[in-house]
């Protein structure tokens, strides 16, 4: 089986511009959870779809969105970048049909100027 | 979900074991412990999980205390390839909703 794939890899923005990236899970698993990784605040959790369906977020500014299709593919979209957005985005996915286990993909990486 | 804690940092001579431990003491009856690694700049990498019982895979064992309340991730032969960080995450099933709390989690280095 194919793992979870994101696009882009890399990208630069300025500051003030939004940017949408794109998670394509397991097949199978319908469940995507996205996370963003700093050096300083670590692994932090974003937000989890299952079904198209919004089911968990985390605790980050409305600027940060996501969305999931009838496909299980997801996208997250963060609006009016901030310098503080540069990071390690990450999504991973899962099926609740087996048992929960998360598996990442690996990651889009941010870069706002 | 119950906290975890983890040595800031470990080092192991390559082709020995390499012992992770992890401390959970809040860690509630239904919740279970997952060990991920991440290799710098990549994606998490699922290692093992598991409730109760000592499990082993391909990669790694993880031996539970009978309380529960900490756990050893086992790398059997440690090579160069194993250095990463390494996450203990307790989480309970069903209603985490996708939601892992990672901490700062062990540095493992391995030496030649």
């Known amino acids: 089986k194919a793992g979870v794939t994101q696009t882009p890899r890399y990208l630069i923005k300025t500051r003030g511009q939004q940017v949408t990236l794109s998670c394509s899970p397991i097949?199978?698993?319908?469940?995507v959870s996205w996370y963003q990784q700093t050096p300083g605040q670590g692994l932090q959790f974003l937000f989890e779809?299952?079904?198209?369906?919004?089911?968990n977020k985390g605790n980050f500014p409305g600027r940060f969105s996501g969305r999931q299709f009838s496909n299980s593919r997801s996208e997250m979209n963060v609006s009016t970048l901030e310098l503080g957005d540069s990071a390690l985005y990450l999504c991973?996915?899962?099926?609740?049909?087996?048992?929960?286990?998360?598996?990442f993909g690996p990651g889009t990486r941010l870069l706002v100027l | 979900d119950a906290k975890t804690t983890q040595p800031p940092s470990m080092d192991c001579a390559e082709g020995r074991a390499a012992n992770l431990p992890c401390n959970h003491s809040?860690?509630?009856?239904?919740?279970?412990v997952y060990w991920y690694r991440q290799i710098h700049s990549q994606g998490p990498q699922y290692i093992i999980h598991?409730?109760?019982n000592n499990e082993t895979n391909e990669m790694a064992s993880l031996i539970i205390t009978e309380d529960r309340k900490s756990s050893t991730l086992i790398l059997p032969h440690a090579t160069l390839r194993d250095t990463a960080v390494y996450y203990c995450i307790v989480t309970p099933p069903r209603t985490s909703y996708g939601k892992l709390t990672f901490g700062q989690g062990t540095i493992l280095t391995v030496h030649p």
């Open positions: 097949s199978g698993h319908r469940s």
């Open positions: 809040t860690i509630s009856g239904n919740e279970y």
């Open positions: 598991g409730l109760k």
């Open positions: 991973a996915s899962s099926s609740y049909r087996v048992d929960e286990t998360q598996y």
């Open positions: 779809y299952f079904s198209e369906t919004q089911r």
